[in-house]
């Protein structure tokens, strides 16, 4: 299987690369920090068929369409690359919510638009999304990086509804907190925090099974879900104690 993986450098997409090297599978890494690209190639070259990477920052759009029309046909693409500016109640730089959007929301589409067309001439092809937990509910402290993962949900969902009957799979993943340079950033308590290899162990067996929708660990999913179900007047309360604690 020919496999894009981007933000591959760290975290997540760095251990998912790890978990796919096997001799069936051609790897393609994409992020911006060679020098950790090829290390991680070195690593995995005794046991994957290919690695290739592919140095490209996903906000500059144009340049990052020319590298993945080099790729050709893709069989799955796992569209990991995300940023987060950190938890502040201050008013969010007007260039940091683009640039939260460009690479959490806009470079997915850049690198579809691409790679749409070879999966429908072969009716096949697998495409999946990393969102997050975050998704679903909007702390003030995360407002920005909460809308762009619900908007990447909004796009996943109406992608699998255009393609499903061209044997396209689509697959969105909602993580809880995971280990990794962007929750390293964090300061304050994350419930279930999962260490990478896990985390990423959970999503291959996700995506293997080809849910449609992913979202763990289960506990704090379920906390989520229940919290999104109580009146709005009692969610403000929670919410607002939340805010009380983080100012
Ligand atoms: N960790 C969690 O708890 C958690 C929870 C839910 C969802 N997620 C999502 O999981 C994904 C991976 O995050 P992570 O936790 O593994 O964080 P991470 O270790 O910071 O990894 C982020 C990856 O994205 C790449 N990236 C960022 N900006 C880029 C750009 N402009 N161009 C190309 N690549 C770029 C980074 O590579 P370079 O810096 O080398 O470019 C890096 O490889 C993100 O979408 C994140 O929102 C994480």
Do not use: C, W
Not at 25 to 31: H, P, R, S, T, V
Not at 136 to 149: A, F, G, W
Request: glycine share 4%; charged share 25%; no cysteine.
């Amino acid at each position: 299987m020919k496999i894009l993986i981007t933000g591959a450098s760290s975290g997540i997409g760095e251990e998912l690369a790890r978990q796919y090297a096997n001799k069936d599978n051609e790897l393609i890494l994409l992020a911006r920090r060679e020098d950790r690209l090829q290390n991680l190639q070195q690593e995995l070259l005794p046991h994957a068929k290919s690695v290739t990477i592919v140095v490209a920052d996903v906000t500059k759009f144009d340049a990052l369409q020319e590298k993945i029309r080099t790729l050709g046909h893709v069989d799955m693409v796992i569209l990991n690359a995300g940023i987060s500016i950190g938890h502040s109640l201050k008013i969010t730089p007007f260039s940091d919510f683009k640039n939260i959007y460009d690479v959490n929301v806009l470079s997915n589409h850049a690198i579809l638009e691409i790679l749409l067309p070879h999966f429908l001439a072969k009716k096949s092809g697998k495409i999946v999304f990393i969102s997050s937990l975050a998704s679903l509910i909007s702390m003030p402290t995360s407002k920005v990086y909460s809308s762009s993962k619900r908007a990447l949900n909004a796009y996943a969902e109406g992608l699998r509804y255009n393609y499903k009957s061209e044997g396209i799979k689509v697959i969105n993943i909602l993580p809880g907190f995971i280990k990794s340079e962007l929750t390293d950033k964090n300061s304050f308590h994350m419930p279930f925090l999962l260490s990478t290899k896990e985390g990423a162990q959970r999503i291959v067996k996700a995506i293997e099974k080809e849910k449609r929708l992913y979202a763990f660990p289960l506990r704090f999913y379920l906390i989520i879900l229940f919290l999104n179900a109580l009146p709005q007047f009692l969610r403000d309360k929670i919410v607002f104690r939340i805010k009380r604690k983080a100012s």
